[in-house]
């Protein structure tokens, strides 16, 4: 049977690690569970992901592959389609996708996660996830003691610069567009070794697959084999929307650094019955955050559901039979007992 028009109990919209890790628990709650994944994970660019516990290393769509198997193994379903809306509804949610079909679901867990926004620097979207960076737990080691340049491109230039410095003392940083910094930063970078290097990036230098340096206007090319560049990391949040849950700024030390949606700390939102997960609700969160996050989502849907089973159960014995219901009750039983007299004699 197809999945369209099927009620679940679960649908998960969004199938990287918090959306596998929460379809895996539902499963093994015995869960009907429907995972929607539109193929376009954030980290495809990476060649591995790091600090997964029992998985260090691993290619990001292995790990990706392998979780499909395991929540697959347990009963949930998982298709690849969009979502581009859903709907609340008297029994529950309306989830209309992309080609136009329709399920339902009692309760929803949304891990689309964030879109990387880079500024328009020449060659960095190209190079995004291989040579150009943003997270030295993620790629800091993979890059120890090699030349690495900073493009101050958002608020936290200073203290990116200062991060990666824990990895190399090859560390310039490269004002591009951005506002001169304070005395007391100038000071700080001064004192790790980090130099300032003036002027507009232009472009990224690249000889056959490498990484070779970073071009000011002018001309200039300052030898690099990596570049670090903070994004704005904006939640992938058209669901949420469509269903009365917009984004919020992600504010830090005062810097706006994306967008997110609010949840509490088990991933409810302010919505009844829908449940965040992973970088759409916690932008700074690593792999394996987003996969706790997704478990901790799916402890407390199962438990929403167990308090909903229960209320439904009550009710149901609470409620007096129909005359009609009765009267059959009646005939089955008086039925029975002259059934039972005949045998006896």
């Not at 979207?125 to 890059?143: F, Q, S, T």
């Not at 206007?217 to 469509?242: D, I, K, M, N, Y």
């Not at 996969?291 to 167990?306: E, P, Q, T």
Request: proline residues 4%; aromatic residues 4%; contains cysteine.
């Amino acid at each position: 049977m197809s999945e369209t028009n099927r009620r679940y109990d679960v649908v998960v919209i969004g199938g990287g690690a918090a959306g596998l890790s929460g379809a895996l628990a539902l499963a093994r709650a015995r869960r009907s569970v429907l995972v929607i994944d539109a193929g376009s994970p954030r980290n495809a660019p990476a060649s591995h992901a790091h600090n997964y516990l029992g998985r260090e290393g691993v290619p990001p769509l292995e790990l990706l592959a392998i979780g499909r198997a395991e929540a697959a193994q347990y009963g949930a379903e998982i298709v690849r389609g969009e979502v581009v809306s859903a709907a609340r509804t008297a029994d529950g949610f309306h989830v209309v996708r992309a080609d136009g079909g329709v399920v339902r679901a009692r309760r929803l867990l949304v891990t689309t996660g964030i879109v990387d926004e880079l500024p328009p620097v020449a060659g960095l979207a190209e190079r995004w996830g291989r040579d150009v960076l943003h997270c030295p737990y993620c790629h800091g080691w993979e890059v120890r003691d090699r030349p690495v340049g900073v493009l101050a491109a958002g608020p936290m230039a200073v203290h990116q610069a200062l991060l990666w410095r824990q990895w190399t003392d090859d560390v310039m940083l490269f004002r591009h567009e951005q506002a001169d910094f304070t005395d007391e930063e100038y000071e700080q970078l001064a004192a790790r070794g980090i130099a300032v290097a003036d002027g507009t990036v232009e472009a990224l230098e690249v000889s056959g697959d490498r990484l070779v340096g970073v071009r000011l206007a002018g001309g200039t090319v300052v030898p690099r084999e990596a570049v670090v560049v903070q994004p704005r990391f904006t939640a992938r949040s058209a669901v949420l929307e469509s269903l009365g849950l917009p984004s919020t700024e992600t504010v830090l030390d005062g810097h706006v650094l994306g967008s997110h949606v609010a949840a509490d700390p088990s991933g409810a939102t302010g919505l009844p019955g829908v449940w965040v997960a992973g970088n759409v609700a916690t932008l700074m969160e690593q792999l394996v955050g987003a996969a706790a996050a997704g478990l901790k989502a799916a402890s407390a849907i199962n438990m929403d559901l167990v308090t909903d089973d229960t209320r439904r159960a009550v009710d149901a014995r609470r409620t007096p039979f129909s005359a009609e219901a009765e009267r059959q009750v009646s005939e089955r039983v008086l039925g029975d007992r002259r059934h039972g007299l005949q045998e006896t004699r």
